[in-house]
Every structure is written in C-alpha cells, then in structure tokens.
C-alpha cells in the first residue's frame, strides 16, 4: 500500500521552514526520504528506523511515530537548492529491500 | 567512487519488441532495486535483488523480468513492449537489502520511449 504525503506541492521564500509528512495504513519498519531535482535522480536524505536509529544529512531533520505509522519530514531556514520533490519510501517489517514510494511533494523555494 | 551506471540512457522502441536494460551498483553494493517512474504513477518498485537472488517483486505483469549476476549488476528485461512502458527506469543499489545500511543511490535511469 502506497504511503500518502501531504501537502502535493508547497512554495517557499528562502529562510522559511516547511514540514512534509508521510502516512502509511500498515505497519513500518523504517521510512526513507529522498529528494529529486528535475531530470535527475533522487538522492538519499534520511532513513528511520523503528526504535528511534536514524541516519541521514545534518541540515535536515525527520521524525518517525511507528505508533502512528507516519513520518514526517522538517526543512528549516529553506535554501534554493532545497527545490525539488521530495519522495518518502516505507519498507513493511519482514520485507526488507522493497521500498514503497509516495506520490512526492513537490517543494519550490523562492528567493 | 564511481555511482551506479546505467544504459542506455535513453531508448526509442516499437510496440511488441523487447527491451534489456542494464545496471552496475556501485561496488560493494550486492542489492540491486528497480523502479518505475512515470508523471502518474510516481515510483513504482519492481524487484529487488540480493546476491543474485530476486527477494521481492512488484505489482507487475510477468512481461517485466531481471536477473543479477555474480558481480551484482543486474539487468532488467521487458517483453511485449506496450505504450504504456514509456518510463524512466531507475536502478538503485544499497550495501544491504535492509537496516541502517539500505540507503539506496540510484542511477540517472533509462527514458524508455515505446512508439
């Protein structure tokens, strides 16, 4: 089942802060965030794990609520370069390496 | 390092021909994912492969098929192409197909045209 994101789409000014979220009607293992910039592929961010391990970049920050099945994603003081759509991906317990993808949100930051 | 390559980057196929797409993984990365992308569909996974085994497969029709081989590149192979193939293929590899070390690198995929 494919994991629903909200909002679809967001528009920013440089420094603001904008807040993803990812919810899933089954039970998770880990949540995995990507972002993709036109016409290239997507690039690893962060990726949670049930327990609370988390690994990803420094600038950007997530949550993960397994009670609730959802995730949600935290950009703050937004940059340009944080443009793009931004994919998170759940892996079910016990089916390791398959990645369920959501829709995408698609963040615009302007200057 | 060298990322995960692959080809063709672009394809312009007629409708009823087969398709092979290739990835290699960046080395070291024995798991090997691909995923259909489309305008409307989003990312879709198609299957997984670790030491050349297919663990997990997507919800696509037996014409979509892949392998892996002993060095962990994999290809995948389309049968019966139908218009509706039209896509970009991404490949992605990870060291391990799960825990902390399934942060997958994707490759810049395959625009796959059907005509």
């Not at chain 1, 935290?74 to 993808?101: D, H, M, R, V, W």
């Not at chain 2, 290739?22 to 090997?32: A, K, N, W």
């Not at chain 2, 810049?108 to 059907?114: C, F, N, S």
């Amino acid at each position: 089942q494919q994991p629903v994101q909200s909002p679809q789409a967001v528009i920013l000014r440089e420094g603001e802060d904008a807040v993803i979220n990812c919810s899933s009607s089954k039970a998770l293992y880990s949540v995995h965030w990507y972002r993709q910039k036109h016409g290239e592929a997507p690039i690893f961010l962060m990726i949670l794990l049930k327990g609370g391990e988390q690994k990803g970049h420094d600038k950007i920050s997530a949550s993960f609520n397994e009670k609730k099945q959802q995730s949600s994603l935290y950009l703050t003081a937004s940059q340009l370069s944080y443009s793009g759509t931004y994919f998170c991906g759940t892996e079910p317990p016990g089916n390791t390496g398959k990645l369920i993808f959501g829709q995408g949100t698609t963040l615009q930051v302007k200057p | 390092k060298a990322g995960v390559t692959q080809t063709p980057r672009y394809l312009i196929k007629t409708r009823g021909q087969q398709v092979t797409l290739s990835c290699s993984p960046i080395s070291g990365h024995r798991s090997v994912s691909w995923y259909q992308q489309t305008p409307g569909q989003g990312l879709q996974f198609l299957f997984e492969y670790f030491s050349e085994t297919q663990r997990n497969k997507g919800n696509f029709p037996g014409r979509f098929s892949g392998r892996q081989f002993s060095n962990s590149r994999s290809e995948m192979n389309v049968s019966t192409l139908e218009l509706g193939d039209s896509a970009l293929y991404l490949c992605a590899s990870s060291l391990s197909p799960g825990g902390m070390n399934t942060e997958a690198f994707f490759g810049q995929g395959t625009r796959l045209t059907v005509v």
